[in-house]
């Protein structure tokens, strides 16, 4: 028996343009077609690095938060983040923050992604830090010992590298990327960060096919 056709979004917590979808992706959400499932896999943006940022990577992500404020209007990042913090090219630990909160209270999923974006993208936080992730946590009301003995375990590592791969199988290489899957089909819906219609039309198309 077939699974019912379900909508997937590859993502990473710490994915600028992710961000910048956020608000469109809850618009799209709002609009699926009756029956339509949604489900959420990691992407893995950037693996683990102890290391200062490079120099050309905080120019190109400055530079890329300037693009996308421009191209998505309402969309703010505070630059303070930049001269408060010290940044690292790693976001998984901010993947394990989210497979952490969903194994301690499934739904508080989503509040997790959301509170490690505004952490980043508004308070100047930085989430590639465990001690950031443990304070959000206990922010969002879950148990802060266990989030951080669940952050720290092989297994949730091992969950993380799995919807890595199963997103990689998916032909997904960048974020944030939409898929549509019914039965053993599987289209790539192109994301529009201004006007949820033109995925909707898409979507009712494919699986009108």
Known sequence: MNRPARLIYVH??????????????????????AGIGFARLLGGLA????????????????????????????TRFNFAFWERCRPRRS????????????????????AMIHAIQQAYYLDARNPSEKGTLVEIAGELGLDAPRFL??????????????????ARSMGVDSFPSLVLEAGTNRWPVPVDYL??????????????E
Request: charged residues 25%.
């Open 47 to 74: 693996p683990d690095d102890e290391a200062p940022m490079a120099e050309p990577m905080r120019h190109y992500l400055q530079q890329t938060w300037r693009r996308i404020e421009t191209r998505v209007p309402g």
């Open 91 to 110: 976001t998984w630990p901010a993947c394990r923050a989210v497979i952490a909160a969903r194994a301690q209270a499934p739904g508080l999923e989503d």
């Open 149 to 166: 003995r669940d952050l720290d375990d092989p297994t949730t590592q091992r969950s993380l590298e799995e919807e890595i791969a199963l």
């Open 12 to 33: 990473d917590p710490m994915c600028s343009w992710c961000w910048a979808f956020r608000p469109g992706l809850e618009q799209l959400r709002a609009g699926l077609p």
């Open 195 to 208: 006007d949820p219609a033109p995925m909707l039309g898409l979507i009712e198309t494919l699986l009108a």
